[in-house]
C-alpha cells in the first residue's frame, strides 16, 4: 500500500522574522508514518516544521506554508492508495506579507487574513482521489457531531478526532485519546502514547482499505 501522511503544524509568514502557527508538535503523524513504514508500506510523509526526526525509510517533503502542503500533495495524491491528513493546517494566512520587519510603534496592529485552500475537502472533488481518506479532528466541544459533520463534508472515510481541551493528550503531548468515526460505526480507543495509538492505527486503516478494495473489485 502506498500511504501519504501530513504531519506537524503550517507557518505562515507575517513579516521577514514573525509567522502565524499552532501548537503541533507533529508527533502523531510522525508516529503513524514510523507505524505504517514498520509494516512495510510505502509512506511518504508531507511536513510542516518540527523538531522530530525523520522515521526511516519514509519518504520524506518539508514544507513551511498551507499553499505549499496543498501543492505538495495534489503533485503526489493520484499516486496513492491512502491518505492521512494529520497535520494541522493554518486556517487562514495574511493577505500580505511585509517585506521588512514590523517595528513597534502603534498601540494596536490589525492583521488582515484570508482563508488557506482547504486540503482535506479537496482530495475528492480537486485532486479526484479515490483511495483510502482519513481526516483527523482536533475539537474542543461536540467532539463526535462535529467530527461527523467534517466525514461526510469532507467526503472522507474515517475521521479520527480528539478533545484538545482535555489535559494531557493531544497538543504539547506524548498521549492521545481518539474517537474513529466512520459512516456506520464510531470506535473509541483509549489513552495511550502516540506511537502504541500508531500501531493500532495502521492496523486498522490498513484493514479499512483492503474492504474498499474488495468491495470495488466486486463492483
Known amino acids: 500500500m502506498k500511504v501519504l501522511i501530513t504531519a506537524g503544524p503550517t507557518r505562515e509568514p507575517i513579516d521577514p522574522v514573525r ?3 499552532n501548537r503541533s508538535s507533529g508527533r502523531m503523524g510522525y508516529a503513524l508514518a514510523e507505524a505504517f513504514a514498520r509494516r512495510e508500506e510505502q509512506v511518504l510523509l508531507i511536513s510542516g516544521p518540527t523538531q522530530l526526526d525523520i522515521p526511516d525509510h519514509v519518504d520524506f517533503i518539508p514544507v513551511e506554508t498551507a499553499q505549499e502542503m496543498y501543492d505538495a500533495v495534489a503533485h503526489y495524491l493520484p499516486q496513492m492508495d491512502a491518505a492521512i491528513f494529520c497535520a494541522a493546517v493554518a486556517d487562514y494566512t495574511p493577505v500580505s506579507v511585509a517585506s521588512q520587519k514590523i517595528k ?4 494596536t496592529l490589525t492583521l488582515e487574513l ?3 485552500p482547504d486540503i482535506l475537502g479537496s482530495a475528492r472533488q480537486v485532486m479526484g482521489f479515490r483511495g483510502y481518506l482519513v481526516g483527523f479532528a482536533a475539537e474542543t466541544e461536540n467532539l463526535e457531531e462535529n467530527a461527523r459533520i467534517k466525514l461526510e463534508r469532507k467526503g472522507c472515510d474515517m475521521i ?3 478533545d484538545v481541551s482535555q489535559a494531557g493528550i493531544g497538543f504539547d503531548s506524548a498521549e492521545n485519546e481518539v474517537l474513529l468515526v466512520e459512516s456506520a460505526e464510531n470506535t473509541a480507543l483509549p ?3 502516540k506511537e502504541h495509538l500508531a500501531h493500532h492505527l ?3 486503516i490498513s484493514d479499512r482499505w483492503l474492504l474498499k478494495v474488495k468491495a470495488r473489485e466486486l463492483l
Do not use: E, G, V, Y
Open 19 to 21: 509567522f502565524l502557527t
Open 104 to 107: 513597534k510603534s502603534a498601540d
Open 114 to 116: 484570508k482563508k488557506t
Open 160 to 162: 479520527i478526532a480528539n
Open 191 to 193: 489513552r495511550d502514547t
Open 202 to 204: 495502521a492496523d486498522i
